[in-house]
């Protein structure tokens, strides 16, 4: 089923460090709002604290952990804390790979069992998806040494464009009709004392494909089986721990380098590369940038915490 366009989507860079924060980065936590849709993936130590700086709000509809390094979730102990005092009594769903229903068992027993909203555990393998109204967030495994998963939200498409002059000539009037006829309904109308059937092929173009966001989490370049799904993504997420000079390193712990984050973007044809989970080593992210340069030709940021980046459809 097609939606007609027009929701917003963004993304808060609430968390780029990596295992390790710095006074400018906290641990890893990205939170998007697609519409009045709020997912956050992964949640760093205090990430309840970054979303009060940049004024999200606490309604979250959904949260997705890569893996269970300690970087990657200590920051939900205290959030569900703050949803419980502030009265949340909706369930929220954690969702992660194998050892979800511990870590979330686990949370509401130091929680002392006084959560007042349930939560609720959704294991995902490779592959699966979630769907939500409008778009879906797929799941797929990185190579990290441990079970983690990258997430790929994607927009269904959007309706072609509307050819109006098109609607006029076979006697579409303009006014709502145009509208039905844009969100995919095929409409009825009187032409010369007879019905006829107006249906959205008829003004419409071809189908456009709606927006995508792939975060890798942690990962060695290379996970297989994913990248059909993650082409063409409008902004890739990619563990960027390392520049190229300690690409040994990034070998030995399963993290990428700059570069080879570049060279992943390059293959998916993103739009845009944003590098993440940078080590607590470097205080300059330019040799970074350079390095995936060499690799990508799109562009390449590696934002500082608490950016806010906006993503509008491309054609
Ligand atoms: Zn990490
Ligand atoms: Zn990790």
Redesign the pocket.
């Given at each position: 089923m097609l939606f007609i366009a027009g929701e917003t989507l963004q993304i808060y860079f609430l968390g780029t460090a990596g295992?390790l924060p710095t006074p400018q980065r906290n641990p890893p936590c990205f939170l998007i709002r697609r519409g009045s849709d709020t997912l956050l993936f992964d949640c760093g130590e205090g990430a309840q604290q970054q979303m009060m700086r940049v004024r999200t709000g606490f309604t979250i509809d959904a949260v997705f952990i890569t893996?269970w390094?300690a970087?990657?979730f200590l920051g939900i102990f205290g959030l569900m804390q703050t949803l419980s005092f502030m009265g949340r009594d909706e369930p929220l769903t954690i969702y992660g790979p194998e050892w979800v229903d511990e870590f979330v068992a686990a949370v509401s027993h130091l929680s002392r069992n006084h959560l007042r909203f349930p939560l609720v555990a959704r294991k995902l393998r490779h592959g699966d998806q979630v769907r939500f109204e409008g778009y879906h967030v797929r799941a797929f495994r990185t190579v990290?040494g441990i079970a983690s998963l990258g997430y790929i939200l994607a927009e269904d498409d959007r309706p072609g464009r509307f050819h109006r002059e098109r609607a006029i000539e076979l006697g579409v009037p303009p006014g709502p009709l145009f509208g039905r006829l844009q969100r995919g309904e095929e409409v009825h109308i009187a032409a010369g004392g007879e019905e006829r059937i107006i249906r959205p092929g008829d003004v419409l173009g071809a189908p456009r494909p709606g927006r995508k966001i792939v975060y890798t989490g942690?990962t060695r370049p290379g996970c297989e089986g994913w990248k059909g799904w993650g082409c063409r993504a409008d902004l890739l997420l990619h563990d960027a721990t390392f520049d190229d000079d300690e690409l040994d390193r990034a070998r030995e712990v399963y993290h990428s380098t700059a570069g080879e984050a570049g060279s992943v973007a390059e293959e998916l044809g993103a739009a845009t590369l944003a590098l993440v989970h940078i080590s607590s080593r470097y205080t300059t992210t330019a040799n970074h940038i350079e390095n995936a340069k060499e690799h990508f030709r799109g562009d390449v940021i590696a934002p500082d915490d608490l950016t806010l980046l906006e993503l509008p459809y491309r054609g």
């Open positions: 295992a893996h390094h970087d990657h990290h942690d």
